[in-house]
């Protein structure tokens, strides 16, 4: 939770940092970067990480290395294909994005990508506190480094400097990675299980739909709000949404996902009463904190509005509440994700999550024209609220036919 908290907290002051000396403009630009590392895991890591997790979590040491060094080895070659090919594309279209911004935002992507999928897999290994440790070196590290270069140096402030300082806190993060690999001679257990994973693959469609869907009903509005409103109007909505957001990953990541290993080992049990103990547990300790964490967002919004002297952040108050609900109500709606996983219910994962992206799309069609930031927050707002009494529903519904046939 530490950990969790001075990741966030650091991210949350680059943002106001960013929109006070950068603009809103770049915040907006930073923003769809920042949905950009979430959504391409989705579309290039085809669904195979919860699949991964699932079997490695019980595995032998050195049969658990090759496994998750295989699930590294995914990405790495579609990342060496796709890359090159946008590139060629930027080329042939005049270089619509600028050729520097694309290289360093292309290192990032690929970087942010793979140590995305180590921490997964040293969290489904029950190495929290390494994977909490390496998370805040590539997220909670670098921000206050590139926020003191630029007090420091008012030529620093720019989107240019921010993204090598992230880039070269991934660089960090990986060479922490690899020493760790090489300590204790876990090195001799690398090795490429081509027909594991090829299994995995054709196991993980259903996963493979859930990520595509969840980060398109994530991350859709911003892309339509630069679209639409353009980069300033996203920039508000970034800057509200990543203060809310720091309810979402320390409930999530802090409370939840650590416990995904005894999810997962209750769920074998004949009976449902252990996962139900812990569920209870869980929902006792999450919604304390969605409280509290809910409360300190609001303060600290409140008293940062006057420092940054961006009107557009005032003119638009009403919309963080909206976000800040949203947000509370997607946290619990991942949280049963969590437990539909350990659950083995893939296809219901795969079957909310598209109704999830298409109620997100029809929303943000339907509203973002009408009503702007708001008509975007209030999509987000439903689709969280859907998402949770549907998961929350199938997860009972499980349960309780478990249940009865262990009394049969």
Request: charged fraction near 10%; include cysteine.
């Amino acid at each position: 939770m530490a950990l969790r908290i001075a990741s966030t907290a650091a991210k949350f002051i680059l943002t106001i940092y960013t929109a006070r000396y950068l603009g809103l403009a770049d915040l907006g630009v930073y923003g769809l970067l920042v949905g950009a590392t979430t959504m391409i895991p989705a579309v290039l890591g085809l669904g195979t990480t919860d699949w991964v997790l699932r079997h490695i979590a019980t595995m032998p040491r050195d049969e658990a290395i090759a496994s998750s060094a295989t699930r590294l080895a995914l990405p790495m070659l579609l990342h060496a294909i796709g890359q090159p090919i946008l590139w060629a594309v930027n080329y042939a279209l005049g270089a619509p994005v600028p050729w520097q911004l694309l290289l360093i935002g292309g290192a990032i992507l690929f970087l942010e990508h793979i140590a995305s999928d180590a921490c997964d897999l040293l969290i489904g290994r029950g190495w929290v506190y390494f994977a909490n440790i390496v998370f805040f070196m590539r997220g909670g590290l670098w921000p206050p480094v590139v926020i003191a270069w630029g007090l420091l140096d008012p030529s620093a402030r720019t989107l240019q400097c921010l993204l090598l300082g992230w880039l070269c806190s991934l660089i960090l993060t990986w060479i922490v990675l690899a020493a760790q690999l090489f300590s204790q001679s876990r090195w001799r257990a690398v090795g490429i299980r081509a027909s594991w994973m090829a299994g995995g693959v054709r196991a993980s469609v259903p996963f493979y739909i859930k990520d595509l869907t969840g980060s398109v009903s994530l991350y859709l509005d911003r892309f339509l709000l630069s679209a639409f409103l353009g980069l300033e109007l996203t920039g508000v909505y970034t800057l509200f949404w990543s203060v809310a957001n720091v309810l979402h990953n320390l409930v999530v990541f802090s409370v939840v996902q650590p416990n995904l290993r005894r999810m997962i080992e209750s769920a074998r049990q004949p009976d449902d009463a252990s996962f139900r103990v812990l569920e209870r547990k869980l929902q006792r300790e999450g919604g304390i904190w969605i409280v509290l964490l809910a409360v300190g967002a609001s303060v600290a919004l409140f008293l940062l509005l006057p420092l940054l002297d961006r009107p557009l952040l005032q003119e638009n108050l009403s919309v963080f509440w909206i976000i800040l609900a949203a947000t509370a109500l997607r946290a619990g709606a991942d949280s049963y994700g969590f437990m539909m996983l350990a659950l083995r219910k893939d296809r219901a994962i795969a079957i909310a999550s598209v109704g999830g992206a298409i109620a997100s799309i029809i929303l943000n069609l339907a509203l973002l024209p009408m009503l702007g930031l708001a008509g975007a927050a209030l999509a987000y707002l439903l689709t969280a609220g859907g998402l949770l009494v549907v998961r929350y529903a199938m997860t009972r519904s499980f349960c309780m036919l478990r249940s009865c046939g262990s009394t049969l």
